[in-house]
Each structure stands twice: as structure tokens, then as C-alpha cells.
């Protein structure tokens, strides 16, 4: 991987693939260190999670789903609003910025949350939060990268954030190990992470433009492009998979119940997928660009079809527990950032934050009914029938899936790469 910190119009960091080095501009690592230390954060609360409200809470599997629901999904509620508004004012960082404080108040906030009403604020604030960064982070992403190298230059931003997702549950299983139960000191180390990915924000990513001056879009050109035909049918495709997309959460519960491996080092399942999602980001990126985003993103469906069947299985060992965390993190790695990347050329230039919302609510909520369905159906059957069913509506879904997004990427609007250049120093 090439890096470099420069910006400039016409830069060695934007050079093409025809020459001979391909590099990723320090605007998006500069970003992925923001999520690095972000992810270390997030993921320490994360990974406790499940068990500290199943087991110290008292939450029955319903109750989880519901809340599950709301950590995937109720960022929805500000996506739109957080891409329209970095697109509009070409402030992306600041949007962002704003986002990113909103999240790191919210780990400081668990401390005295201790019933079901007071968890689900927290967990709320906590996903506008996310809700409201994500889109300008991935515009800003964007605008500093060649098309050519649009789908490694995610990849590398989402390694960056998976180094952090990897370091959380770490973090988080130390501290739990020199003094069980200590949740509250979980929750402030995190906040203390929270703080200084914000800094690196704040003092020094660029405040890059997504479009000329001329091309800042109103009200009526963002809605024409996010509900354009280029992006009707991938929005489509993403609802379908994602409302057959179970929570983390889930998945290592189910290990949870049947695996004592997996009861004993929970935290540490975390680790595991986002070990593989770390190995597997920037290679999956770099296949994205090659060989077409849209057949990357199905494929990677079928590595989370594979974790729920090995899921289901009634019995399990370490070896059938590190493969569902394998197929996981490769799910991630080839869908996370690629969608992203898929809908960023699928718009104009000047709307892209506001393309990439859509495509991020679409997926959001779609994952907010999976889980509320999910719960309820593991409350009236259990876990095994539930991942079977999940499996067996999937495994109908990605040829439909595959279907809506083919030739996707040849629909794209001509290149736009010379907003780079554009770009201030």
C-alpha cells in the first residue's frame, strides 16, 4: 500500500493506475485513524453489550432484538440529513465532527443508564451519532480519491477502522479481567478513545470540498439523484440483503448458548471477525475495482450465509467458532465499504454525500427489521431454527439480489476526478 499526505492538485497521491504506483491519499488515512480510535471505543461498549444486558440487565432475546434494532438502525433517522448537509454547505468534516462529539458524550452517559428507558436513549444518541458522521466521513473519502482506486481507497480506510474494532474487545476483556464486572470503567476508558479520535479530527483532517462552488446542490437536485434510476435498483438490492442481515450480536450468542469457548471469551469474539475483516478489507477493495462492486457485494452475502448455517449447527468446537468469525469478517470486508464505494460514482459529485445516506439508511433500517424479527422468531423457536430460517430466506435473496445490480457499475456518470484537482492544499 502507498500513502501519501499530500492533497495537492495533480499530487503523486492522485496519480492513475496507468502509472506506476497507485497511492492512497492521507486525507483517507488521516480518516481511518478518526476511526481507528473511534472503533476502539465503539466496540469496547459493543463487545460487552450483549452480555450486560442479557445477563446483568435481565433482557429477554425480544427485548435485545428490540435494542439490537435501534444500535443498527435508528441512525437512519439522520443519514439523509448528515450527507444533505455536508453536500449542501461543502463542510463535510464539520457535519462530521459534530457527529462524532454526539457519540462520544453518549459512552460517558452509560454510566448511570441502568434501566431498559435510560439504555435506549443512550444507545439512541449514540447511533445519531453515527448516523450523522458517516455520510460526510465517506464523501470526504470520495473526494480525495481517483475512481480508479475509489474501492481500495475504502478498503484502506475500513483496515484502519477494523485495527481499532479488533483493539476495543481487547481493551474491554483486560479491563473485565483485573476486575470483573467493572462495566463503568469499560465506558470511561472508552469515552477517553473517543475524545482523541475526535482531536485527530478536529486539528487535522481537511475540510475538502465534494463539489465546485457552482455545483452545491438544492433540495430538488439531491432528491432527483437519490431516487434516480442509477440508484433504484442498488437501493433495492441493499434493502433485500439487509433484512436478511442478523446482528453481530446474535451470532455470538447463539455461539454463546452452545460453545464454552464461546461463553468463556466472549469479548473476544469481536476480535476474531474483525481480525478477518482486517486481512481481508484492502484485497476485497482492490477485487471490487477489478471485477465489478455489485459481484462483490453479493459475494459476500454468501460468506454470511455460511456463518449462519455453521451458526445453527447444534453442537460446536473452536474450530466451527473461528470459521463463523472468519465467514463474518469476510462478509464485512466485502460489503462494508464496497457498497460504499459503489454508490459514491453512481451520483453526481455534487450530491455524493447525500447518494451514500441513502444507500447507508436503506441498509440501516433494513437491518433494524432484522433484528426486531430475528429476536422475536428466537423467542418463539430458538436460535437454531431462527439462523436456519434467516439461512434458508437468504440463500432465495442474493440471486434476485444479484439480478438488480448487474452491469451496476457500467452506469455510472463520467468521471468527475477533476473535483480532485480542485481540492484546496
Given at each position: 500500500?502507498?500513502?501519501?499526505?499530500?492533497?495537492?492538485?495533480?499530487?503523486?497521491?492522485?496519480?492513475?493506475?496507468?502509472?506506476?504506483?497507485?497511492?492512497?491519499?492521507?486525507?483517507?488515512?488521516?480518516?481511518?485513524?478518526?476511526?481507528?480510535?473511534t472503533?476502539?471505543?465503539?466496540?469496547?461498549?459493543?463487545?460487552?453489550?450483549?452480555?450486560?444486558?442479557?445477563?446483568?440487565?435481565?433482557?429477554?432475546?425480544?427485548?435485545?432484538?428490540?435494542?439490537?434494532?435501534?444500535?443498527?438502525?435508528?441512525?437512519?433517522m439522520?443519514?439523509?440529513?448528515?450527507?444533505?448537509?455536508?453536500?449542501?454547505?461543502?463542510h463535510?468534516?464539520?457535519?462530521?465532527v459534530?457527529?462524532?462529539?454526539?457519540?462520544?458524550?453518549?459512552?460517558?452517559?452509560?454510566?448511570?443508564?441502568?434501566?431498559?428507558?435510560?439504555?435506549?436513549?443512550?444507545?439512541?444518541?449514540d447511533?445519531?451519532?453515527?448516523?450523522?458522521?458517516?455520510?460526510?466521513?465517506?464523501?470526504?473519502?470520495?473526494?480525495?480519491?481517483?475512481?480508479?482506486?475509489?474501492?481500495?481507497?475504502?478498503?484502506?480506510?475500513?483496515?484502519?477502522?477494523t485495527?481499532?474494532?479488533?483493539?476495543?474487545?481487547?481493551?474491554?476483556?483486560?479491563?473485565?479481567?483485573?476486575?470483573?464486572?467493572?462495566?463503568?470503567?469499560?465506558?470511561?476508558?472508552?469515552?477517553?478513545?473517543?475524545?482523541?479520535?475526535?482531536?485527530?479530527?478536529?486539528?487535522?483532517?481537511?475540510?475538502?470540498?465534494?463539489?465546485?462552488?457552482?455545483?452545491?446542490?438544492?433540495?430538488?437536485?439531491?432528491?432527483?439523484?437519490?431516487?434516480?434510476?442509477?440508484?433504484?435498483?442498488?437501493?433495492?438490492?441493499?434493502?433485500?440483503?439487509?433484512?436478511?442481515?442478523?446482528?453481530?450480536?446474535?451470532?455470538?450468542?447463539?455461539?454463546?448458548?452452545?460453545?464454552?469457548?464461546?461463553?468463556?471469551?466472549?469479548?473476544?469474539?469481536?476480535?476474531?471477525?474483525?481480525?478477518?475483516?482486517?486481512?481481508?478489507?484492502?484485497?476485497?477493495?482492490?477485487?471490487?475495482?477489478?471485477?465489478?462492486?455489485?459481484?462483490?457485494?453479493?459475494?459476500?452475502?454468501?460468506?454470511?450465509l455460511?456463518?449462519?448455517?455453521?451458526?445453527?449447527?447444534?453442537?460446536?468446537?473452536?474450530?466451527?467458532?473461528?470459521?463463523?468469525?472468519?465467514?463474518?469478517?469476510?462478509?464485512y470486508?466485502?460489503?462494508?465499504?464496497?457498497?460504499?464505494?459503489?454508490?459514491?460514482?453512481?451520483?453526481?459529485?455534487?450530491?455524493?454525500?447525500?447518494?451514500?445516506?441513502?444507500a447507508?439508511?436503506?441498509?440501516?433500517?433494513?437491518?433494524?427489521?432484522?433484528?426486531?424479527?430475528?429476536?422475536?422468531?428466537?423467542?418463539?423457536?430458538?436460535?437454531?431454527?431462527?439462523?436456519?430460517?434467516?439461512?434458508?430466506?437468504?440463500?432465495?435473496?442474493?440471486?434476485?439480489?444479484?439480478?438488480?445490480?448487474?452491469?451496476?457499475?457500467?452506469?455510472?456518470?463520467?468521471?468527475?476526478?477533476?473535483?480532485?484537482?480542485a481540492?484546496?492544499?
Amino acid at each position: 500500500m502507498y500513502v501519501t499526505l499530500r492533497d495537492r492538485p495533480g499530487g503523486a497521491g492522485h496519480r492513475r493506475a496507468g502509472g506506476p504506483l497507485r497511492r492512497v491519499s492521507g486525507t483517507v488515512v488521516l480518516l481511518g485513524t478518526v476511526s481507528l480510535l473511534t472503533d476502539v471505543s465503539s466496540e469496547m461498549v459493543a463487545s460487552v453489550l450483549p452480555l450486560y444486558l442479557t445477563a446483568m440487565v435481565g433482557l429477554a432475546p425480544i427485548a435485545y432484538g428490540v435494542l439490537d434494532g435501534l444500535y443498527q438502525g435508528v441512525s437512519a433517522m439522520v443519514r439523509i440529513a448528515g450527507g444533505y448537509l455536508g453536500d449542501r454547505g461543502q463542510h463535510p468534516k464539520w457535519v462530521a465532527v459534530a457527529g462524532y462529539g454526539a457519540s462520544a458524550l453518549s459512552r460517558l452517559a452509560m454510566l448511570p443508564a441502568a434501566s431498559f428507558a435510560a439504555i435506549t436513549a443512550v444507545i439512541t444518541a449514540d447511533r445519531l451519532g453515527k448516523g450523522l458522521r458517516t455520510a460526510p466521513r465517506d464523501a470526504l473519502i470520495a473526494a480525495a480519491s481517483p475512481t480508479d482506486v475509489l474501492g481500495r481507497a475504502f478498503g484502506v480506510h475500513r483496515a484502519l477502522d477494523t485495527v481499532g474494532a479488533a483493539l476495543g474487545p481487547l481493551v474491554a476483556f483486560a479491563l473485565l479481567l483485573l476486575v470483573p464486572g467493572s462495566y463503568d470503567a469499560v465506558f470511561v476508558v472508552s469515552f477517553a478513545f473517543a475524545v482523541a479520535g475526535l482531536a485527530v479530527l478536529v486539528l487535522y483532517v481537511p475540510d475538502l470540498p465534494t463539489a465546485a462552488r457552482a455545483d452545491r446542490p438544492g433540495p430538488r437536485q439531491v432528491f432527483t439523484e437519490v431516487t434516480g434510476s442509477r440508484l433504484r435498483r442498488p437501493l433495492l438490492a441493499a434493502a433485500l440483503l439487509g433484512v436478511l442481515t442478523v446482528g453481530d450480536g446474535f451470532l455470538y450468542l447463539a455461539l454463546h448458548s452452545r460453545d464454552d469457548v464461546a461463553a468463556r471469551y466472549f469479548p473476544l469474539l469481536y476480535v476474531g471477525t474483525n481480525i478477518a475483516y482486517l486481512a481481508l478489507a484492502i484485497p476485497l477493495g482492490r477485487l471490487a475495482d477489478r471485477v465489478g462492486r455489485g459481484r462483490v457485494l453479493v459475494a459476500g452475502h454468501l460468506a454470511l450465509l455460511g456463518g449462519y448455517l455453521l451458526a445453527a449447527l447444534p453442537g460446536g468446537n473452536v474450530g466451527l467458532t473461528l470459521a463463523v468469525l472468519l465467514l463474518l469478517g469476510t462478509f464485512y470486508a466485502a460489503t462494508d465499504g464496497v457498497l460504499a464505494a459503489l454508490v459514491s460514482r453512481l451520483v453526481a459529485a455534487g450530491a455524493r454525500g447525500s447518494g451514500i445516506a441513502a444507500a447507508q439508511t436503506t441498509v440501516a433500517l433494513a437491518r433494524f427489521a432484522a433484528s426486531v424479527l430475528f429476536g422475536l422468531v428466537w423467542g418463539l423457536q430458538g436460535p437454531q431454527r431462527a439462523m436456519l430460517l434467516f439461512a434458508a430466506l437468504l440463500a432465495v435473496a442474493m440471486p434476485l439480489a444479484a439480478w438488480l445490480l448487474r452491469d451496476v457499475d457500467r452506469s455510472a456518470p463520467a468521471s468527475d476526478d477533476t473535483l480532485i484537482a480542485a481540492a484546496p492544499a
